[in-house]
């Protein structure tokens, strides 16, 4: 009895003894592997896919540009600004240029690429959940002048705007001249203008509290849309008014969760107000107001983007222009980056040389048998001279008879053929 016990406590001191041992190695390696330092691996001239990959235990930021190199294959890294064998800190950024493999002036003459061509920028505003056989008008109009559209009809403007090469982009990357659309597709912008419940109608709230979109509503549609092909970058700006999307209920989320989705906000003025018939104060408050209202709600995540109500003042010598695009509101200043018009035609690119953001032409997406400036006419406008992109956003290409039309004080490689 008493040598069993004699084994027991012995073989007790020896559990204790190992758990003590171990503790000891565990402390000591994470004490050396605290202390340790990592060092970058050398990533030049490997492709960008499996540079991910070997990066994938650093914690870095890493930033990507583009250029064309002779040297490098496309997909390759040319360089990397943190160099091999020098110590990685945690939140470190990495910037890695990319190539675009050799400059090929041929290719891109054959393939049409052309940053200098012509934007569309879409006016819609209501989107009724019906069928194009249920209205009394043209094709998908539910009014007269096509102002509403049927959700058959957007449908079918997206379905037709994607085969025809158009990949949507912000409205404020156009203005911007920041442009990523891929090489040999087109940029496309999409406007909402009035905050119309059915531009993204809510139907309740789930179990998390977030709203439940109507799949019929414009948003409803383009998340259809952007599931069908995520290539499609799909976003679009809303314009509202004081209403905002006329759901008191919801309205903060709305905008919210658009801003948060990737789609954009903008200024329609707070009473829908034509800018001819005010004056210089009344154009501040409306303008101001609105700024103040979203401001409230995101912060500084809506744009500071203005949709002309009924496309006045018609031009840019009216009195009240200047207060459109600066003022003051109670105690706040406001700088608007730009305009939009009501119509008709396609706009320039945003590297042409006459360029004007604060005002800006729209094209309005209505039906009309391919006249007066319809999307059928638009599209067949564009075909003459789009904007064809070449996939990167660092550079300009066109055609060497667009050298008269440039901007050559942007920041950006220009390229010609």
Known sequence: MKKSRKRRIRYDRVVILLFIIITIIFLVSLIFNKNKEIYMIDIVNKNIDDVYELLSDYDIEINISYEYNDNVDKGKVISQSILENMVINDGDKLDLVISLGKLDKEKLKNDGINELGKVPIMMYHGIKDMKDSETDYIGGNVDKDGYTRTSESFRRDLELYYQKGYRMIKLSDYINGNINTPYGKSPIVLTFDDGNANNIRVTGLDSDGNIIIDKNSAVGILEEYKKKYPDYNVTAIFFINNGLFNQPEYNDKIIKWLVDNGYEVGNHTKGHNDFTKIDSNKTQEVVGYMYNKLESIVGDK?????????????????????????????????????????????EISPFNKDFDKTFLKRCRAYDNNGVDFDIEMTLRILDKNRYISDGNVETIVTDIKNSDIINSNIDKEIIMY
């Open 302 to 346: 809506y744009s500071k983007i203005v949709a002309l109500p009924y496309g006045s003042p018609y031009n840019k010598t009216h009195n009240n222009y200047k207060y459109i695009i600066n003022g003051s509101y109670e105690g706040n200043d406001y700088e608007t980056v730009a305009a939009l018009r009501v119509g008709w035609e396609p």
